[in-house]
């Protein structure tokens, strides 16, 4: 199957990975505006590169439109008419289904994905989500592509902007971040302080995901009452730690929706 990304940026470069990675049958074909771009993918992942868009289109099989939101209206335009079916999958957070099928409509069908960069190691996850009328063959399609680098999730489309804004790694890579600048201030080097960072933050979450323990049961276990965890755990708390979060995730979220009103 002819899988076409419309772009090359960095969603594209971490997918392109994960699939050289699972040996899957997909063959990716790459179309950028920027040579340079194309340049660099084909050499990194030996990856066939279409400089022009309306060849690219005419080989896909299976579309990615994976450009930034305020992109996605003069991509779809300059791709004009399309006249054989075909799926097409949008990777552009906040542009809903309705928007994307007014510009490019019939024949061409839509569905949306939300993949992570950690899908360059195969432990991406992604949220899809598809219109009712979509036939069961084009889900399996983007199932299976998505699948070969990471878990998937099917979700209301309702849902898919706080989707995207809380599944990001970046929270976990700011976590660690924070963290292991606070341990440096408490006098740990910067690699000790990284690796205690990412120990508490990683092997900790992996232990709820492997494991049949709950988070409430694991996290008793690790914050003893009165103890060293639980005292930090309750000053972070007291200082806003739970504020800020919710701060962040309703930000994200009016900004994920702000995407929406590049396409009307």
Same mark, same amino acid.
């Given at each position: ?14 997918? +392109? ?5 699972? !040996?899957? &049958? ?14 660099? #993918? ?11 868009? %309306? /060849?690219?289109? @005419? &080989? ?15 991509? =779809? ?10 799926? $097409?999958?949008? =990777? ?25 960069? @950690? ?14 009328? #979509?036939? *069961? @063959?084009?889900? &399996?399609?983007? /199932? ?9 999730? *099917?979700?209301? *489309? ?15 890579? !700011?976590? #660690? $971040?924070?963290? $292991?600048? @606070?341990? &440096? %201030? ?12 990412? !120990?508490? +933050? ?9 494991? %049949?323990?709950?988070? *409430? ?45 590049? +396409?009307?």
């Amino acid at each position: 199957m002819n899988v076409v990304f419309l772009g090359g940026g960095r969603i594209t470069s971490a997918m +392109l990975a994960g699939l050289r990675l699972a !040996h899957t &049958q997909h063959s990716p074909i790459v179309h950028d505006r920027n040579r340079g771009k194309l340049r660099d #993918l084909k050499k990194r992942y030996a990856v066939a590169v279409e400089p022009d868009l %309306k /060849r690219a289109v @005419a &080989q896909a099989d299976l579309l990615l439109i994976a450009v930034r939101p305020a992109s996605v209206a003069e991509i =779809l335009r300059a791709i004009g008419e399309i006249e054989r079916p075909l799926l $097409a999958v949008s =990777l552009a957070a906040g542009v809903p289904l309705r928007l994307l099928s007014r510009v490019l409509g019939a024949p061409t069908r839509w569905a949306r994905a939300m993949p992570s960069p @950690a899908c360059r190691g195969g432990r991406g996850l992604t949220a899809l989500t598809f219109p009712r009328t #979509l036939p *069961e @063959a084009d889900r &399996q399609s983007a /199932r299976d592509l998505f699948a070969s680098f990471g878990r998937i999730v *099917e979700i209301p *489309e309702s849902k898919f902007d706080a989707f995207t804004v809380i599944y990001s790694c970046s929270h976990g890579y !700011h976590a #660690l $971040a924070t963290l $292991a600048d @606070a341990a &440096q %201030k408490a006098g740990l080097d910067r690699k000790t302080s990284l690796l205690a960072g990412a !120990h508490a +933050l990683a092997d900790g979450i992996l232990a709820w995901r492997e494991g %049949k323990h709950s988070l *409430e049961a694991l996290l008793k276990e690790a914050a003893t009452p009165g103890g060293i965890a639980a005292t930090a755990a309750a000053a972070m708390d007291a200082a806003g730690y739970r504020r800020a979060i919710e701060k962040g995730v309703k930000a994200g979220l009016r900004r994920a929706r702000a995407n929406a009103r590049f +396409l009307r």
